[in-house]
Nanobody
Framework: VQLQASGGGLVQAGGSLSLSCAAS????????VAWFRQTPGHERELVAR???????IYADSVQGRFIISRFNANNTMTLKMSKLKPEDTGLYYC?????????WGQGTQVTVSS
């Protein structure tokens, strides 16, 4: 199983950025997928999740600014981030979860300058 995240970068506060994650080696439509982020000294936190039903869950801090999507036909997921804030800075990881199985991408850095 491999999850390949891409799209991170440096952006000014108020700007937008899109992340993408390509999955291989798993039956993607069967997995609940999510984006997490981690900053130094803090635990990895859930940013957004999209279940196999299409139901979405967002952290309160990103609600209304981020949109998570999944594209089962080509085994990809995206995170569209807008109105970015400096506190959105972190290493963003994609995750695919099914029962006890949990797979992680390598992380992509997002830096928001003030």
């Amino acid at each position: 199983v491999q999850l390949q995240a891409s799209g991170g970068g440096l952006v000014q506060a108020g700007g937008s950025l899109s992340l993408s994650c390509a999955a291989s080696g798993l039956i993607f439509p069967a997995y609940s997928v999510a984006w997490f982020r981690q900053t130094p000294g803090h635990e990895r936190e859930l940013v957004a999740r999209i279940r196999i039903s299409g139901e979405t869950i967002y952290a309160d801090s990103v609600q209304g600014r981020f949109i998570i999507s999944r594209f089962n036909a080509n085994n990809t997921m995206t995170l569209k981030m807008s109105k970015l804030k400096p506190e959105d800075t972190g290493l963003y990881y994609c995750n695919a979860e099914l029962a006890s199985r949990s797979h992680w991408g390598q992380g992509t850095q997002v830096t928001v300058s003030s």
